[in-house]
């Protein structure tokens, strides 16, 4: 075996065989199940109605798509875990194909990662706004605006990621023989070179791709939380515009994806912090135990980008019922054209059918 070469004992070697177990056997399941569940997010949140709370997720939805794809399945499971489920009798390394796909296999991802945090701060001050000024803020204006927003959010993450496709190149390995660094591919690997501009993004990914809209979401969170248990206790949760039931379930959805993310993202900022903070020798302990640690928590992440579904299942009634009668209709041979319609149209116009007595 591969690992032979360690101390079984070594903390570090159980790191590395947990993170490769992981991408083995979880990282296809959560690949797998957060496209079709990221799917059913968007399909329900944008042909029943559309509004803020909506236009987030379905963009959230679409981003975490781009990284289950490829980073999840191409990357960590394709890369990685199927070499070490197979005993590495199946290597497929898709960034030490070329230069080329070196860098385009990091830069997406990575753009990918600012978005979606991005995308849950915007959600996250979106709900803060209309938790405060819920007469200002209505919960169904500013659809435009709320696209425009995520079009920007999206756009940055492209621009500020830029760099990883001049500094990413292919690397010859100066591990020795038996480390874990040079199981896969004892010649190459996808690395930044040393110049400047890797470092300074290297940085700037650790920092405001991970510890600042990390702690952006959980200092607003808990400000959500204090305000939501106040008017609970005070019996005074009111909000404007929306359904109250409705908007309520939207604020735990929200306060359920964005500390699922927070649990994920949190351990993994202060870890990759401490590694940049470490002498990057070969022969460091410390280092390459934070470098493992560091990819084992990274592959962990994935579950926030797939699991959505289940939250929004969980917590959000409506979206749970709109679900079920999107299934339901979906496998009748005989679907009422009337009930299915239920999950397409907005609430005003199903009001108009039933008054009219319509059917379709």
């Known amino acids: 075996m591969y690992f032979d070469g360690f101390n079984n004992d070594s903390i570090l070697v159980n790191v590395v065989k947990s993170d490769f177990i992981f991408r083995a056997y979880f990282s296809p399941i959560i690949a797998v199940i957060g496209i079709v569940g990221n799917v059913f997010v968007i399909s329900i949140f944008i042909k029943y109605r559309r509004n803020r709370f909506a236009i987030y997720s379905s963009v959230l939805a679409i981003v975490n798509i781009v990284i289950l794809v490829f980073n999840t399945f191409l990357d960590d ?35 990918m990662y600012c978005a979606n945090a991005y995308i849950i701060v915007a959600l996250s001050v979106d709900r803060y706004l209309l938790l405060t000024k819920p007469l200002k ?35 010859i390995n100066d591990f020795v023989n038996n480390s874990v660094e040079n199981i896969l591919n004892p010649e190459f690997e996808c690395s930044l070179d040393n110049s400047a501009l890797a470092h300074f993004e290297l940085y700037s990914k650790s920092l405001f791709t991970l510890a600042i809209p990390t702690g952006i979401i959980i200092f607003l969170n808990a400000f959500i939380i204090f305000k939501l248990l106040f008017r609970y206790s005070s019996q005074s949760f009111i909000i404007q515009g929306a359904n109250s039931l409705s908007e309520q379930s939207r604020f735990v959805g929200h306060l359920a ?29 410390d280092y390459l135990f934070l470098k493992a640690l560091s990819k084992f928590l990274s592959s962990v992440k994935d ?3 797939g699991g959505n579904i289940f939250l929004y299942l969980l917590f959000m009634p409506n979206f749970r019922k709109r679900c079920k009668q999107m299934v339901t209709c979906y496998y009748n041979s005989h679907p009422s054209h009337y009930h299915c319609s239920q999950v397409f149209l907005s609430p005003a116009r199903l009001s108009l059918l039933i008054q009219n007595d319509l059917k379709y």
């Open 77 to 111: 499971f394709l890369g990685r875990g199927i070499s070490y489920a197979t005993d590495w009798k199946i290597v497929i390394k898709i960034d030490v194909y070329s230069t080329g796909t070196c860098r385009f296999m990091n830069f997406i991802p990575n753009a």
């Open 257 to 285: 994806v964005s500390c699922l993310f927070s649990v994920l993202f949190l351990p993994l900022s202060i870890v990759i912090v401490m590694r940049l903070l470490h002498n990057s020798k070969a022969d460091n302990f």
């Open 303 to 305: 579950i926030s980008f």
């Open 137 to 171: 803020y209505n919960a169904d204006k500013g659809v435009r605006g709320t696209c425009l927003t995520c079009v920007i959010i999206v756009g940055m993450a492209l621009v500020l990621n830029f760099p990883l496709l001049l500094t990413y190149q292919l690397v």
